[in-house]
Structures are given as structure tokens and as C-alpha cells.
């Protein structure tokens, strides 16, 4: 079983080509934060740093080795890309809370350590990623889709 740490730029080949992520962030009590990288392809690119800090696609929570194992990809560790400046922040994550009916009555940001809440969600914070566990195949499904 492969084990992967922050900043590992990590191959999954799957039946139409090679797709790529990026572990970014550990936390004890969630699985680990990755980026999901655009792009879908026959080869490794050639600068694979390059690669993973210009095309992030999406930013998730996935117990990533899990997943994978449980879905039957191959998976390698191809590269590093050590975090630096602001990327080196846990990321904020939003949350919907929901009324009966359904709707949106307000917003949790959690950043790793605490929650905050706003009733209004403005617009930088609408392209924050959800708080929430992604599986192996949503994973790939979206990876795919790139």
C-alpha cells in the first residue's frame, strides 16, 4: 500500500489515459486535502512541478490510497511540489446549512482549525471548495471529465 505526504504529485492511470493530484495538507481528524489537476493524457507531462502548480482543477478531501485500492487504480507517486506562501495555509472549506425545506439558510468556512459563518455568500468565497469527503470514483469521474 502506497503512502503519500504533502506536496507528492500522485499518477492514477485509469482505461483512458493518465490523470494526476496533488496532496497538498494532512489533518489528524480528516483525510488528506488534495488538488485534482485538469487534463487527461497518454504520457506523463514533461515538467510535472510546472504541471501541478498551473493546473488545478479542484480542491478535495479524499482518504486518497483507500479510495484508489478500493477501486481498483494503480496509483505512483511521479513528483514533488512543496507548498509555498499562501498555499502553504490549510485551505478554507465551505458548508451549506440547510433549513427543513431545504434551503441555504447559512454558510460554514471551516479553515482546519475553527468555523466561521456568514449568512451571505460573497463572491470570493463561492469558488472555495465544499467541505465534504470525496470518494474514489467522484474523484476520478471529475478527473476525467477535465
Known sequence: ???????????????????????THEHPSYPPVVRLLKGVHAAQPDN???????????????????????????????????????????????????????NIVYWWFWDGRGLTYSTELEEQQDTLPMREVMSGAAMVERLLAS
Open 1 to 23: 500500500m502506497n503512502s503519500y505526504s504533502p506536496g507528492d504529485i500522485v499518477e492514477i492511470t485509469t482505461d483512458k489515459g493518465l490523470v494526476y493530484v496533488h496532496l
Open 48 to 102: 510535472i512541478g510546472d504541471y501541478a502548480r498551473d493546473n488545478v482543477l479542484y480542491t478535495a478531501m479524499i482518504p486518497l490510497v483507500t479510495a484508489l485500492n478500493r477501486i481498483g487504480l494503480s496509483h505512483r507517486k511521479v513528483g514533488e511540489l512543496p507548498l509555498t506562501g499562501a498555499d502553504r495555509d490549510f485551505p478554507v472549506f465551505r458548508m451549506p446549512i440547510r433549513d427543513k425545506q431545504g
